[in-house]
Structures are given as structure tokens and as C-alpha cells.
């Protein structure tokens, strides 16, 4: 990463590069505990605890893990071009 100190626009990447690293994790923790509720409902006949909180970390995980992956590849491209535009 970039000398934040000096840049308040690689300042502002870095800290949303922060906020993408939480909200993915947050996500896909997300994803696992669907993943686990599932396979243990099926396990144990699909009692209604394990459906309704697969059914809550889907949902969770559809709606936290696109923008931070989004947010993520924008941040990566700008870091990218600003080291080619440094190389040239």
C-alpha cells in the first residue's frame, strides 16, 4: 500500500480497503454458518432453528458481499494504476 500520510486520496483507499476486509469477512462467516445450519438440518430432518437461520445468513450474505467485493477490485485496480503510472 501506498504512504497514506501525505495522500488524502490513498488515505481514503485505505480506509476503505479496512472497511472491504470486515464487511467480506463479515460475509463470508456469513455464508459459512448458512452452509453448516444446512448440512445440519439435513442431518437432523430440517427442524425449523436450522432452516430459518440458513435461510437469515443467506440473506445476510446477499446483501454484505457484493459491494466490499466490488469495492475491493476497484481498490486493487487504483493501486495498480498508480504503480504503473510511478513505473513509467
Not at 430440517?46 to 446483501?63: C, D, E, G, K
Amino acid at each position: 500500500m501506498a504512504d497514506v500520510n501525505g495522500d488524502p486520496v490513498a488515505r481514503r483507499r485505505a480506509a476503505i480497503a479496512r472497511g472491504v476486509v470486515l464487511a467480506k469477512r463479515a460475509g463470508y462467516t456469513a455464508l459459512v454458518v448458512a452452509i453448516v445450519a444446512f448440512f445440519v438440518g439435513l442431518a437432523t430432518g430440517f427442524p425449523a432453528w436450522a432452516v430459518t437461520t440458513t435461510i437469515v445468513a443467506l440473506v445476510a450474505t446477499i446483501v454484505i458481499l457484493p459491494l466490499p467485493i466490488v469495492l475491493g477490485y476497484g481498490v486493487r485496480a487504483a493501486e495498480r494504476e498508480d504503480r504503473s503510472r510511478n513505473d513509467r
